[in-house]
């Protein structure tokens, strides 16, 4: 029985991954703060919606979705119900193993993961770690819940927070970017629907070619930029505006907050 707790974006994108995965309504819990959160997921996907402590008492495995900020609590609330042999997988940005191993008081195998919103589309880029009574059964484990929806990593812990900014929050800036290259088409003409069409196939397009080639992204860069061409005269115009400082310094901002966000 796999019970996530806190049940807001990110874990219903996991439960719905884990169910298209073959995973049973029957063998899923959720736990939800509003009522009303918790008839929406009654009705959407069949699971049971329980109390935070019927979840801590029942399920084999704890996956716990809440806000970084709100994650204290609920360790306090499960603590006395989580016994040593419970695997408890943490997928809250900035929350170490040890925060989670420190607050429930025993030896439970902890494992901390990161995961992005393309898991809605099974397409996720999931990481995780080993907290330090976690062995290889345990990662094992959190890689067979996770790998139906996406790819899945292991790092060093020290690289969750680098991780966390770089692929967590990663689908976000790809959003933006997206944005500003249609409202570019605009500018230029372009009907709105037909410039984002050009915009998502050629970024859908770009990614496979990234993911399957083997290459590496400057030499697909390359390929397309001409001598004198219109790819190299964007491009400069890119290197004008610092936007690779920028995006170094977005991301650094975003692992920083994450850091906020765990120490409350």
Known sequence: MIAILGTGKMGEALMSGLLRAGFKSGQIMATARRVERAEALRESYGVRVVSNIEAAKSADTLILTVKPQDMA???????????ADRLVISAAAGITTAFVESRLGTDVPVVRVMSNTPVL?????????????????????TEELLKPV?????????????????????????FYLVEAMVDAGILLGMPRSAALDMVTQSIVGAAIMLRDSGEHPVILREAVTSPGGTTIAAIAELERHSVRAAFLAAIEAARDRGRELAAG
Do not use: C, N, W
């Open 150 to 174: 996406g790819k899945v990593l292991r790092i060093p812990e020290s690289q969750q927070d680098a991780a966390t900014a770089l692929s967590g929050s990663g689908p976000a800036y790809f």
């Open 73 to 83: 609590g609920l360790l306090a609330e499960i603590q006395p119900y989580v016994p």
């Open 121 to 141: 589309v099974d397409e996720a880029m999931s990481v995780i770690s080993a907290g330090a009574h976690a062995g290889e059964e345990h990662l094992r484990h």
